[in-house]
């Protein structure tokens, strides 16, 4: 059984001398009864379904059903080649891949919840653009997800990971904690800076609702996988340059499941909340099931 806290994870990894991927591995041949090889083939097959969606809707412009998003990836990686950026295009890249999974998704492709659909862009955007940069093979890439699965396990056990029960935080929230995790690992971090990281990510983004625009998952939800990403990108940085969480990350946790549990019904995905209820909102959902009537 995989651990219940973040200590208890750093402790066994201490004891054995190991890295949470390494833990996770283990953990799941222990669970699944699979071979060490086929555990990390079932990985391998996830980062190759993040892999595209991440790069498909960079290449040409994707349009959601509803038409709300579409054609942002393709524009920030055009952005990006201009090499007129203030952040630089490896920051550029890295957005780019975030909303080109969230644009697959709402055009009803195929991505990786990771941990849920509205937060399917960071992780993957997060993971290959850090491969990218520090020349990391596509082993190291299926080891960082394992990284952010084994944070994502903790979280998802005294917190949760559904924007119905504890808004974005729970989500994009989530992904971005799990990501920088797996980034510190990536750049031989400890386990213990890689939870430090998870713990400063959850800390920045305490608090956000979920106010999906027209009830979709589009809105600013595809957005908000971008500012995830570059969440989770300098924090671990600023990790491995030493800084750590006074709060340790177990009590983040429990604090982003209170404060999530605080937040009214109308901030939790119901669309009766934040932006969804402002006036553009309001009219762009009647123009959207207006036309799906009439169809």
Same mark, same amino acid.
């Given at each position: 059984?995989?651990?219940?806290?973040?200590?208890?994870?750093?402790?066994?990894?201490?004891?054995?001398?190991?890295?949470?991927?390494?833990?996770?591995?283990?953990?799941?041949?222990?669970?699944?009864?699979?071979?060490?090889?086929?555990?990390?083939?079932?990985?391998?097959?996830?980062?190759?379904?993040?892999?595209?969606?991440?790069?498909?809707?960079?290449?040409?412009?994707?349009?959601?059903?509803?038409?709300?998003?579409?054609?942002?990836?393709?524009?920030?990686?055009?952005?990006?080649?201009?090499?007129?950026?203030?952040?630089?295009?490896?920051?550029?890249?890295?957005?780019?891949?975030?909303?080109?999974?969230?644009?697959?998704?709402?055009?009803?492709?195929?991505?990786?919840?990771?941990?849920? $659909? @509205?937060?399917?862009?960071? !992780?993957?955007?997060?993971? %290959?653009?850090? &491969?990218?940069?520090?020349? /990391?093979?596509?082993? *190291?890439?299926?080891?960082?997800?394992?990284?952010?699965?084994?944070?994502?396990?903790?979280?998802?056990?005294?917190?949760?990971?559904?924007?119905?029960?504890?808004?974005?935080?729970?989500?994009?929230?989530?992904?971005?904690?799990?990501?920088?995790?797996?980034?510190?690992?990536?750049?031989?971090?400890?386990?213990?800076?890689?939870?430090?990281?998870?713990?400063?990510?959850?800390?920045?983004?305490?608090?956000?609702?979920?106010?999906?625009?027209?009830?979709?998952?589009?809105?600013?939800?595809?957005?908000?996988?971008? $500012? @995830?990403?570059?969440?989770? !990108?300098?924090?671990?940085? %600023?990790?491995? &340059?030493?800084?750590?969480? /006074?709060?340790?990350? *177990?009590?983040?946790?429990?604090?982003?499941?209170?404060?999530?549990?605080?937040?009214?019904?109308?901030?939790?995905?119901?669309?009766?909340?934040?932006?969804?209820?402002?006036?553009?909102?309001?009219?762009?959902?009647?123009?959207?099931?207006?036309?799906?009537?009439?169809?």
């Amino acid at each position: 059984m995989f651990v219940s806290t973040g200590i208890e994870l750093i402790d066994i990894c201490k004891k054995e001398n190991i890295s949470i991927w390494e833990y996770t591995i283990r953990s799941e041949m222990a669970k699944s009864e699979l071979s060490r090889e086929d555990v990390i083939e079932r990985m391998r097959k996830n980062l190759h379904v993040m892999m595209s969606s991440s790069s498909l809707a960079q290449e040409k412009e994707i349009k959601s059903v509803s038409g709300l998003i579409g054609g942002d990836a393709y524009r920030l990686r055009k952005y990006a080649d201009s090499g007129n950026t203030l952040t630089g295009d490896f920051m550029v890249k890295a957005m780019a891949r975030a909303i080109s999974s969230s644009e697959v998704n709402a055009a009803m492709g195929r991505i990786v919840a990771s941990p849920t $659909a @509205g937060s399917c862009g960071i !992780l993957p955007a997060v993971i %290959i653009s850090a &491969a990218e940069r520090l020349n /990391k093979s596509e082993e *190291d890439m299926i080891n960082g997800l394992f990284t952010a699965s084994g944070v994502g396990i903790i979280i998802a056990k005294h917190a949760t990971l559904a924007g119905a029960e504890g808004g974005c935080q729970a989500e994009c929230g989530s992904a971005a904690a799990m990501g920088s995790a797996a980034v510190v690992e990536m750049m031989g971090g400890t386990p213990e800076q890689a939870l430090d990281a998870a713990a400063i990510v959850l800390k920045n983004i305490l608090g956000l609702i979920c106010d999906p625009v027209a009830g979709l998952v589009e809105v600013p939800c595809a957005k908000r996988n971008i $500012a @995830g990403t570059v969440s989770a !990108l300098t924090t671990a940085e %600023i990790t491995m &340059a030493g800084v750590k969480s /006074k709060i340790p990350f *177990d009590e983040v946790v429990w604090a982003m499941y209170k404060v999530g549990k605080q937040l009214p019904p109308e901030l939790r995905e119901t669309a009766q909340g934040g932006i969804a209820i402002t006036p553009t909102a309001q009219k762009l959902r009647e123009e959207i099931f207006s036309e799906k009537t009439t169809l």
